[in-house]
């Protein structure tokens, strides 16, 4: 059974830091492309950036360019998001998901098929 776990979410003030963890259960994190989605309350959900299985290039939203950075470590089979410089606007739960398909670029969240059950990120004073 393919699952993936999310962790790391939590309170922090503007300006601080987070690093979000998405463990994978059941298969190989580098034979699927791997996106970090998120969903503020009352908002549709965006994608923040993701890394591909073609060739484990990374991709960014705008409002992450600069801040946040995407990695993946395979002998742990976990990806990470790590997030600088945040912002009340990134207050939101955040999701990993798996898709097979080889991206080239950040796609609609549509177009993946396997999801955490989210984690919390608030940033607030």
């Known amino acids: 059974q393919l699952q993936l776990v999310e962790s790391g979410g939590g309170l922090v003030q503007p300006g601080g830091s987070l690093r979000l963890s998405c463990l994978a259960r059941?298969?190989?994190?580098?034979?699927?492309?791997i996106g970090w989605f998120r969903q503020a309350t009352g908002k549709e959900r965006e994608g923040v950036s993701c890394i591909s299985r073609r060739d484990g290039s990374t991709y960014y939203a705008d409002a992450a360019k600069g801040r946040f950075t995407m990695s993946r470590d395979n002998a742990k089979n976990t990806v990470y998001l790590q997030m600088n410089s945040l912002k009340p606007e990134d207050t939101a739960i955040y999701y990993c998901?798996?898709?097979?398909?080889?991206?080239?670029?950040?796609?609609?969240?549509?177009?993946?098929?396997?999801w955490g059950q989210g984690t919390q990120v608030t940033v607030s004073s």
């Open positions: 059941g298969f190989r994190l580098d034979y699927y492309t």
């Open positions: 998901a798996a898709t097979p398909i080889a991206v080239s670029g950040l796609d609609s969240w549509t177009r993946y098929m396997y």
